[in-house]
């Protein structure tokens, strides 16, 4: 690493590389092409920002005239944009190297105005990156290095179509770096029609879950669970805690719920502005909310230090976005806790997600809307365990509901 990079590492208290940046780092610097196959919260964007910071300084000494963008960053959502955007800042402080962050939802002036200025690192969400092209404020003819993000994400939110457009407009000698989560045929398919003899990274089985992670099951019927997050919620230990839904109604609903319980909460859903999204994600991180509600638009791209818990009001009903959703704990190392509420018409989920992971995620009985209700189906039907003891807040979990959550249950309920 070059002195610059090396001093803003050192103000980030970086002293050892994670195995995929170890691994990827030195790959990149060779110009080699990547594919880089590493759940999220492994440390990959220091991967690839990293490098190319380092690429970009060496080769501005002979750069000549205006600014051009040399490196493409291209990610699915706009929070993933931003925390990307924040990494190339902290990292490229003393090279003096500029990027832009562009995505949708907000004035395209600002993002405009400074790209007429010039950059050398453009990190973009698909949608608002074409708009720009279409509309001759970006050209891409210059791109040295392109980074295709979280491409199992791009397809799942339906962007695969906008990311070819997008490579059609690159230049054909370039150096590609290729990341995914998960390695679904499509994306493999396509890793492979744009990517020249890569070097393979893997870090970790495609599908795994972070080791870290307990997680743990409650069969509860569905009119129960506001009930069973409550009780959850009374275990002040749980200092913070992102909960999913599946649907962003679900998600306002939810939010609604706890703060009529006086338990401060937001939701943050593809329906909100980003200055809302921002907002509440802002007051999440800083302790002002204790409770995050989201929907899968949320399982990537949000980077929360010492997140403990992560709850899935509903199950998800692709498997894969089980391992996304709990991989927003357990992070750089730290260990988490992710709990999965399961009604009767979620069995089947439950059973993908078992199967994805290979294994049975333990069931808790000890709980006050224990529900038996729906045939329960497992991956390894010789190896579940039906009654564990409950992660981190077993005396929660056992501890008598007192008159005031019956109360509060009731009043909350009655206002919606």
């Known amino acids: 690493m070059i002195e610059p990079i090396l001093k803003a590492l050192k103000t980030e208290g970086y002293t050892n590389p994670t195995p995929i940046q170890e691994?990827?780092?030195?790959?990149?610097?060779?110009?080699?092409?990547?594919?880089?196959?590493a759940q999220t919260g492994t440390g990959k964007t220091a991967a690839f920002a990293i490098p190319i910071l380092q690429i970009l300084h060496q080769q501005k000494a002979?750069?000549?005239?205006?600014?051009?963008?040399?490196?493409?960053?291209?990610?699915?959502t706009r929070e993933l944009a931003i925390q990307i955007g924040e990494s190339f800042m902290a990292y490229g402080e003393y090279t003096g190297l500029s990027h832009l962050v562009v995505f949708g939802g907000v004035s395209q002036v600002p993002q405009v105005n400074a790209l007429r200025y010039g950059i050398d690192i453009l990190i973009a969400t698909p949608?608002?990156?074409?708009?720009?092209?279409?509309?001759?404020?970006?050209?891409?003819?210059?791109?040295?290095?392109?980074?295709?993000?979280?491409?199992?994400?791009?397809?799942?939110?339906g962007f695969i179509h906008d990311v070819k457009k997008v490579i059609a407009k690159l230049p054909t000698k370039r150096q590609t770096l290729f990341f995914s989560a998960t390695m679904p045929r499509e994306i493999a398919s396509l890793a492979d029609t744009i990517l020249e003899n890569p070097v393979k990274v893997e870090v970790t089985p495609v599908s795994s879950t972070a080791e870290k992670v307990e997680q743990a099951v409650y069969l509860v019927e569905k009119e129960n669970k506001p009930s069973l997050l409550l009780h959850i919620l009374q275990d002040s230990n749980i200092k913070n805690v992102l909960v999913f839904t599946r649907t962003k109604h679900g998600a306002d609903k939810v939010a609604k719920f706890l703060n009529r319980a006086d338990i401060y909460a937001d939701?943050?859903?593809?329906?909100?502005?980003?200055?809302?999204?921002?907002?509440?994600l802002s007051r999440f991180k800083t302790g002002e909310l204790r409770v995050l509600v989201a929907t899968d638009i949320a399982s990537r791209g949000i980077?929360?230090?010492?997140?403990?818990?992560?709850?899935?009001?509903?199950?998800?009903?692709?498997a894969e976005n089980y391992v996304h959703r709990i991989g927003r704990t357990g992070r750089a190392g730290a260990s988490g806790i992710a709990l999965s509420f399961v009604d009767a018409e979620e069995r089947a989920y439950l059973k993908d997600i078992n199967k994805l992971i290979a294994k049975n995620i333990p069931i808790i009985e000890d709980q006050p809307y224990h529900s038996s209700k729906?045939?329960?189906i497992t991956a390894h039907p010789n190896n579940i365990n039906r009654s564990v003891a409950t992660?981190?807040?077993?005396?929660?979990?056992?501890?008598?509901?007192?008159?005031?959550?019956?109360?509060t249950i009731a009043k909350t309920k009655a206002a919606l």
């Open 23 to 37: 691994k990827s780092i030195p790959v990149v610097l060779d110009r080699r092409d990547l594919l880089g196959c």
């Open 62 to 76: 002979a750069q000549r005239g205006p600014k051009q963008i040399k490196a493409l960053i291209l990610t699915p």
């Open 127 to 157: 949608g608002r990156l074409l708009d720009l092209m279409d509309q001759r404020h970006i050209n891409l003819q210059n791109i040295d290095m392109f980074v295709l993000d979280e491409a199992d994400r791009m397809l799942d939110m």
């Open 267 to 280: 939701a943050i859903h593809g329906e909100k502005s980003q200055t809302a999204r921002q907002r509440a």
């Open 303 to 318: 980077d929360i230090d010492a997140l403990t818990h992560v709850i899935n009001f509903d199950l998800p009903n692709v």
């Open 374 to 376: 729906g045939k329960m």
């Open 391 to 407: 992660p981190r807040h077993n005396s929660v979990q056992r501890r008598e509901r007192t008159p005031w959550s019956r109360n």
